[in-house]
């Protein structure tokens, strides 16, 4: 799932840490796609403390969501059907069909979070903001490799871009895709992939994602 998603299921949390948390795997590969870290092997080093604890919460929680949703039928059906829809479209990029369906699901979730107000991407920023940085930084220092300036220079222009507030508006997602594509393969999509993929994934969310609701409903339950 996309941050968004992720944030959803941590939106009334004890303390800001574990919103970060529930989205520092993700941040942290976005600094560095190497930065993959096994929980179970750093646990035992980080910091002690409430809120380095609520990283770890919100951390587990993440690595538990992700499982559930890319195990779940929802999930098989609809980048199944994602696929077959913008194959042709993308047919003469490098971009693998089933990874730009997999992400559009991803994206297309958040939007119908922000267009049913079903929680506040302002909150959200507002949980980055607010977290320990002194407490965050230890917590980064146990990981060992993390370039700590590194990390706080993207989060920095994450937090302050505020780019999630873009979802709203479908016909903003293919720039966000065809960004997430191109740090996998080289290549420059025309002014007609983005407006075909945009045409698509309207139709898509309004005609095939009525259903969006059961996945958090589903997810929720399991991690009750």
Known sequence: MNFLSHYYFERYPAYSEQVLGSLLPDLLKNVDKTYSFPLHKHETSFPFGIKSGSITEGWKRHIEVDKLFHSSDFFYHHTHQLRKDIAENIS??????????????????????????????????????????????????????????????????????RYIFDYAKVENLPHALFNICKRVWNFSPSAHHFEVLAHQLDNYQREQLRDYSEIFTYISQQLD
């Open 92 to 161: 003469d990029l490098p971009v693998r069909a089933s990874f730009l369906a997999h992400i559009s699901l991803e994206l297309l979730l958040d939007h119908k979070l922000i267009a049913n107000n079903l929680l506040s991407v302002a909150r959200l920023y507002e949980h980055l903001e607010n977290i320990d940085r002194n407490n965050l930084t230890k917590y980064l220092k146990s990981l060992e490799v993390v370039d700590i300036d590194r990390f706080y220079n993207f989060y920095d222009k994450f937090v302050s871009s």
